[in-house]
């Protein structure tokens, strides 16, 4: 018992390089945070184009549902490597230009963008499908109300439906988000020193996991309130449909 | 002279075999309250919602102001025809996420582009005159379903729309609500609007109807004087629909 408490939980490791990993969890929060929105963005787009009506537009909508098929059927650590080693070669042969094959925006190590790249292509695929499920939640009364108002289509989707369903999937969307969060440690695999591969720095200087532990602790800090905060807001959603006893 | 506004012939729809519109000719003139009544499944509600092309027919023509709207493939001018015909929907329909200013205010401004200060003005304007002056900044899920399918007329008359179509607008409210309702279409008749409405209140029809029309098997059957249609149906299945519908 007591050697399980030393590996895992080794007081003396976890002060002397709490800094460290602390560093590492705020590269994970930015990562969180710019992928996050990205995504949110990104996905409503999606979702948006996937509903476009009409015949004239079904190849948008066809191109919309074969990505977002494909970006939720490729797993995240495979498209964040095609995208770090195939836009890094491409600037190299001078393709595309440095600034988008190798970016270093705000100052950030490419990495970091890459990552952000990675998890807003992956999670805007998700996200579009917590968003059609709101879209088409929304009655189809109101898109016949909207339009026989003399609304356009774009117009029905932007102040009436879309401001309807997305008030419908925030509590999907946050757990999308807590996902999202956690898979921002694939872009250690870049060598990116957020909070896993500082972990795993300390583990090879020390030949202990405690470092590790305190990354997992610093995630649970803000996951479970985040889930704990879902939870919440789904139980309010249904009392104010369900007032009854079920 | 009488100016015809809408004028639909030949109206086909059908869903697989189902012929829910059969053929309809039918004239809506300027000022004319038009009543369509008829058993369920008749194809009233279908009518009515061709008339706006929520329902898109699969055949014959409907012209505003003489101009063809639809002539059997794609619609013409479907932005003008919404413009011109305003819709009132059994189950009001009213955006939950607005007041009921909002509600009246979202489409003058961005269909009709009105300055933001006319669009207020023009709002609580209509809805005093549904009597839901104190409830302007109330939301919809805080109304009764009389109120709120007041603020859903206001909502469409905001438009000012020259033809106003309604959908069995009384038939989802409880029975004291009712009054409230037809009370603001009695007075929208009284002031000379354009109206068709597909209706079970046969009070209603007899009193405020210029004509009624009797549809039933996707057709009209009978059609004309309300107390012609109501008092002294001509036709065997509009006697058997009114002895079912009066007998309670």
Known sequence: ?246 | MTETILKVSDLKKSYGDLHVLAGIDFELNKGEVVCVIGPSGSGKSTLLRCLNMLELPDAGRIELHGNEIYGGGKPKDLDVLRREVGMVFQQFNLFPHMSAKGNVTIAQDKVRNRKKKDCDARSIELLSEVGLADKIDEYPDRMSGGQQQRVAIARALAMDPEVMLFDEVTSALDPELVKGVLDVMRNLAESGMTMACVTHEMGFAREVGDRVIFMDGGVVVEQGDPDQVLGNPQEKRTKEFLGLVLSH
């Not at chain 1, 399980?4 to 560093?23: A, H, K, R, S």
């Not at chain 1, 184009?49 to 079904?58: E, I, N, T």
């Open chain 1, 1 to 246: 018992m007591e050697q399980f408490f030393n590996t895992y939980f080794d007081f003396g490791i976890m002060g002397d390089y709490f800094g460290d990993v602390l560093n590492g969890f705020w590269w994970t929060i930015r990562l969180s945070v710019f992928g996050g929105v990205l995504a949110l963005i990104w996905g409503l787009i999606l979702s948006v184009l996937r509903q476009l009506p009409g015949r004239l537009l079904s190849p948008i909508r066809i191109l919309a549902i074969a990505y977002i098929d494909a970006l939720r059927g490729i797993p995240m650590l495979l498209t964040l490597l095609l995208i770090a080693g195939g836009l890094g070669t491409l600037a190299s042969q001078d393709a595309i230009p440095k600034e988008i094959g190798i970016p270093n925006w705000l100052g950030y190590p490419d990495p970091f963008w890459y990552g952000v790249m990675a998890l807003t292509l992956t999670y805007g695929a998700y996200m579009a499908e917590v968003y059609r499920a709101g879209i088409e939640a929304v009655p189809r009364g109101q898109m016949e109300a909207a339009r026989s108002l003399g609304m356009s289509h774009g117009q029905a989707m932007r102040y009436v439906i879309v401001p309807q369903a997305v008030r419908k999937v925030i509590p999907p969307l946050l757990n999308d988000f807590i996902a999202l969060m956690k898979d921002t440690s694939l872009v250690s695999v870049l060598g990116f020193v957020e909070v896993v591969q500082v972990g795993q720095d300390v583990y090879s200087e020390t030949f202990n996991p405690s470092a590790l532990t305190l990354g997992a602790i610093m995630f649970l800090v803000f996951t479970i309130p985040l889930a704990r905060l879902t939870d919440w807001l789904i139980k309010r959603q249904e009392s104010k449909f369900e007032r009854g006893i079920p």
